[in-house]
């Protein structure tokens, strides 16, 4: 069975860097893209990035200029790290599988990061 | 980027009822389209993808159809597991995005 195990800095301020990583437990972690998808409090979902085990990516262009997502295959890891945050990117994070047909079908537990000075 | 947009907000229903939720995408996406539950506190679950495949596991009293732009997520009868908020998602094209969300309150 396929699990998603989370971790990183919960209390950053602001102009910090965001930084989690979420580690991948059973299954392949060469079929799929690994994704991760950002709740603020209250709100709706909004999908960042997602990175296959060869390294492509794919950003959302709202983000691009301050995420990078990387992959470690050696561990099944794959980490999000964001610059410059604000208030703003105070939200749950969570890593997610996306398989075809382009569906996030297994979810991390989610890391709250609060950014406050 | 393409926008999604669901109906209503929010529901208010009792146990037993067929509830129906809608998702419009801005653009012509086929049948790429997701469903998501989520309770409080949690990590979405995925219900349906393709638009109308059940993620396995999924009781049959989900059901998704729809197709092009005009997507629905159909509860036949609810159960008191199923209020909570429900999302869609689009899978054509990135970036991907998801529609605001509807609650389904206990009446």
């Known amino acids: 069975q396929v699990q998603l195990q989370q971790w990183g800095a919960g209390l950053l301020q602001p102009s910090e860097t965001l930084s989690l990583t979420c580690t991948v437990y059973?299954?392949?972690?060469?079929?799929?893209?690994w994704t991760w998808i950002r709740q603020p409090p209250g709100k709706g979902l909004e999908w960042i990035g997602e990175?296959?085990?060869?390294?492509?990516?794919n950003y959302n262009p709202s983000l691009k200029s301050r995420v990078t997502i990387s992959v470690d295959t050696s561990k099944n890891q794959f980490s999000l790290k964001m610059t410059s945050v604000t208030a703003a990117d105070t939200a749950v994070y969570y890593c997610?599988?996306?398989?075809?047909?382009?569906?996030?079908?297994?979810w991390g537990q989610g890391t709250m990061v609060t950014v406050s000075s | 980027d393409i926008q999604m947009t669901q109906s209503p907000s929010s529901v208010s229903a009792s146990v037993g009822d067929r509830v129906t939720i809608t998702c419009r995408a801005s653009?012509?996406?086929?049948?790429?389209l997701a469903w998501y539950q989520q309770q409080p506190g949690k990590a979405p679950k995925p219900l349906i993808y393709?638009?109308?495949i059940l993620q396995s596991g999924v009781p049959s009293r989900f059901s998704g159809s729809g197709s092009g732009t005009d997507f629905t997520l159909t509860i036949s009868s609810l159960q008191p597991e199923d209020f909570a908020t429900y999302y869609c998602?689009?899978?054509?094209?990135?970036?991907?995005?998801f529609g605001g969300g509807t609650k389904v309150e206990i009446k």
């Open positions: 997610a599988r996306r398989r075809a047909p382009n569906a996030f079908d297994i």
């Open positions: 059973g299954g392949s972690f060469s079929a799929y893209y």
């Open positions: 990175i296959n085990h060869f390294g492509s990516t």
């Open positions: 653009q012509d996406i086929s049948h790429w």
């Open positions: 393709a638009a109308s």
């Open positions: 998602q689009q899978a054509n094209s990135f970036p991907v995005t």
